[in-house]
């Protein structure tokens, strides 16, 4: 994935023709943890998706075939050692940490597909969740890891869990931090698809080529009505759904919908 002759970079960054960003974190020896300089570049890649109109779609993948994403690598630059504690340091590493991270997925403009190839625990589950469709390999598993070591959920963890499992079942997770199995991630609704890890990428690659043709505009509003639906008022909700709309039909691919409908034709839409 990188240049030729160049070194593996942390974070992989493929963009297709067929308008599919690939993401792939590549640190497979650390379990795809994510280090501070791979995390900043994770948010500067995902905002650089959403202001493209040639992305259209972006797929989250992690390299290997046993981690998706471990979480935070915690010993990456300390040393060794541990780091004496300022008060409030800790609240402020985490909201310009793995919070801006989540924070950056749920906020971009494209459809984000992740693509769980192998274990995701800690963050790395949250960075699942974020994702607006999440495809999983059979042999996949999911751990809320925070319980096991003594620290309390972060990375916007409680923040989704309630709002996908609802709270008794968030609280089960985060509070017992089991394994939690692909198949049953998707029982809980966590995981949209599971398939056979050797037809992961293709799975994922589709359905991204998918999204990549489908109005891309009025995917983003309708992302952003869907993520806004539950942290607002039933007023509010319908005054920003009859925003969207409107906004949508000034763009070139809410037109084409309306004329391909009368037309009695397939759309082709354009991404604009």
């Not at 310009?96 to 906020?107: E, F, H, P």
Request: with cysteine.
């Amino acid at each position: 994935m990188s240049p030729e002759g160049s070194e593996p970079t942390e974070l992989c960054w493929e963009r297709g023709r067929d308008g599919v960003a690939w993401l792939t974190l590549n640190r497979p020896r650390a379990g795809n943890s994510i280090t501070a300089d791979q995390r900043e570049e994770l948010i500067a890649r995902l905002g650089e998706a959403g202001a493209d109109p040639d992305v259209r779609a972006v797929v989250l993948t992690g390299a290997g075939q046993r981690h998706f994403c471990t979480g935070a690598d915690l010993g990456a630059g300390t040393g060794g050692g541990r780091p004496e504690k300022v008060p409030g340091s800790v609240a402020r590493a985490i909201a310009s940490g793995a919070q801006r991270l989540i924070s950056a997925v749920l906020d971009c403009e494209k459809p984000v597909i992740a693509a769980v190839n192998g274990t995701a625990a800690g963050i790395g589950c949250h960075l699942a969740y974020a994702c607006d469709l999440v495809l999983a390999a059979e042999s996949a598993k999911f751990v809320e890891i925070f319980a096991r070591r003594g620290l309390v959920v972060d990375g916007a963890g409680a923040y989704l869990l309630t709002r996908l499992v609802g709270p008794q079942r968030a609280k089960e997770l985060i509070f017992l931090g089991d394994d939690l199995p692909a198949a049953e991630a998707q029982r809980l609704g966590l995981v949209n698809a599971v398939v056979p890890a050797e037809k992961l990428a293709a799975e994922a690659a589709a359905l991204a080529a998918r999204l990549a043709a489908g109005p891309t505009i009025a995917l983003s509003l309708g992302k952003r009505l869907i993520n806004r639906a539950l942290d607002v008022d039933r007023a509010t909700a319908l005054a920003e759904e009859a925003m969207a709309a409107e906004i949508n039909m000034t763009g070139v691919d809410g037109q084409e919908g309306v004329r391909a409908f009368l037309e009695r034709r397939d759309p082709v839409f354009r991404g604009r």
